[in-house]
C-alpha cells in the first residue's frame, strides 16, 4: 500500500523524500494549509493534521494517487532543479 505525506517542505512518497519545490513544479495547483499536514494512504485513508485537530480530506484522492505514479517523473524534476541551481550558482 504506497502513502503520500507532506510535512513543511519535505513530502514523501513510499519512503521517497521531495522538496516541496519539485512538487510544485509538477503541479502547480498542489495546495495545503499552513501549518498541517497532509497523509493519504492508498485504498485507506486521506487526512490533514495540524497536530491537535484532524480533518478528512477526499477519498480516494486522485491527485495523491497521480502522484504516487509519479515517482520517475518527480525523480527527473528534482534532477533538473538540481542542474539549473548548479548552472545558476
Known amino acids: 500500500m504506497s ?7 519535505v513530502v514523501e512518497i513510499d519512503n521517497i523524500l521531495f522538496d516541496e519545490e519539485v512538487l ?3 503541479d502547480p495547483a ?3 494549509p499552513d501549518g498541517w499536514i497532509r497523509c493519504y494512504i492508498q485504498n485507506k485513508k486521506h487526512y490533514l ?6 480533518i478528512g ?18 525523480k527527473f524534476i ?6 539549473d541551481k548548479q548552472t545558476n550558482a
Do not use: A, C, M
Request: charged share 30%; hydrophobic share 25%.
Open 3 to 9: 502513502y503520500f505525506r507532506h510535512k513543511g517542505n
Open 24 to 26: 510544485l513544479s509538477f
Open 30 to 32: 498542489y495546495s495545503k
Open 49 to 54: 493534521t495540524n497536530g491537535t485537530n484532524q
Open 57 to 74: 480530506s477526499t477519498f480516494p484522492w486522485d491527485d495523491g494517487d497521480k502522484y504516487i505514479k509519479s515517482i520517475v517523473e518527480l
Open 78 to 83: 528534482e534532477k533538473q532543479i538540481e542542474l
